[in-house]
């Protein structure tokens, strides 16, 4: 990521609260290049003693582990949110949808690929009981045929191709099947109809740290990536009707993520931190990724000691990583019911 690029998304307003199909596309691109990956993650060198260096876990692992799937009793009412989705990933005629790869409080989403193909195709997202989508002002809403007994609907934008094919389960939890452009309504449908709820695992994550402004909570988290706001500010999302982000500038926010080295990255094998921004950042795992800590409305100093706290797990090895309720202070988590 140019540092030009991360700046103007600092001082842009509300940051999007739900993936979009690109970036999905993106993440089953990663997913895809791990599974195939047969390097090994060499540590980062020592550096400057002035900025304290993220650790660099190894591999210890080809597989990731098989956690068991989580369904709590009906009495039992969480004390706090649960990065744990909802369903799992599932193979349909021509299509692979990848296990849930990111969750904010009002969605749960996964990329739609065809096997053998790095690139994604479209995305399963689940919206929990009591959640509104949100839907472009542009799309058409048309009735569709039933999806499992329920009924359903299609959403279609002109201008840009997207369709998206929404049903509510028994839950009440709405599903949505969506795709920028490749896939047919006929194809939506297929996918659709093999979604089951149930075995969701802990979503996790190559990101930990164990420092965070104590008054700053976790409200998004995907496989590379990490968003926190302060209290306030998250317990007003949450009890919003789509869960997302309110209209506004965001004034406060804190961002932890680590992505592919690009050919124009401004990280360097020693650690920076600068002022505009604040941002600071670093290579990681032999040079081949970027570790990028930001923060919008706090100070650097706190930026540089989230930065110091964090521990990077090896990118190409799930198994090294940690569940995201585990990966961050406790004082991070928020209520299950504010």
């Not at 689940?126 to 959640?131: L, R, T």
């Not at 279609?156 to 709405?174: H, I, P, Q, Y």
């Not at 999302?237 to 592919?260: A, F, H, Q």
Request: a neutral charge; aromatic letters at 8%; proline letters at 9%.
């Amino acid at each position: 990521m140019r540092l030009s690029d991360l700046l103007e998304e600092a001082r842009a307003d509300a940051p999007p609260m739900r993936l979009d199909v690109d970036q999905l596309v993106r993440a089953g691109k990663r997913r895809h290049r791990r599974r195939n990956a047969g390097w090994a993650i060499a540590a980062v060198a020592a550096v400057a003693a002035a900025i304290g260096v993220p650790q660099i876990l190894t591999r210890q692992s080809a597989q990731p582990p098989v956690l068991p799937a989580t369904s709590p009793s009906v009495a039992e009412k969480p004390e706090y949110f649960a990065f744990t989705p909802t369903f799992r990933g599932y193979d349909v005629d021509g299509f692979r949808v990848e296990d849930p790869v990111a969750m904010s409080f009002g969605w749960t989403a996964a990329s739609i690929r065809e096997p053998g193909v790095a690139d994604s195709v479209g995305a399963v997202r689940v919206y929990p009981p009591g959640v509104e989508p949100g839907f472009p002002e542009e799309a058409e809403k048309t009735a569709a045929d039933p999806v499992g007994g329920h009924q359903a609907y299609y959403l279609v934008r002109e201008d840009n191709g997207e369709k998206r094919l929404l049903w509510t389960v028994e839950d009440g939890s709405t599903v949505e099947v969506s795709a920028s452009i490749g896939m047919s309504r006929a194809e939506l449908r297929r996918v659709a109809n093999g979604f089951r709820m149930g075995g969701g695992v802990p979503l996790r994550t190559a990101l930990s740290a164990s420092y965070l402004p104590p008054d700053y909570r976790m409200i998004m988290a995907n496989d590379f990536a990490v968003r926190f706001v302060p209290a306030k500010k998250a317990a007003e999302i949450m009890n919003l009707p789509d869960r997302s982000y309110p209209p506004g500038v965001v004034k406060n926010i804190v961002s932890i993520s680590v992505e592919p080295k690009n050919p124009g990255t401004e990280a360097k094998a020693k650690p920076a931190c600068l002022e505009e921004g604040p941002v600071c950042l670093v290579l990681v795992a032999g040079g081949k990724y970027s570790l990028v800590v930001s923060g919008q409305g706090i100070d650097l100093a706190e930026v540089r000691r989230v930065f110091e706290s964090v521990t990077v797990a090896d990118p190409e090895d799930p198994a090294a990583w940690k569940a995201v309720d585990e990966a961050f202070p406790r004082s991070t988590r928020v209520a299950a019911h504010w």
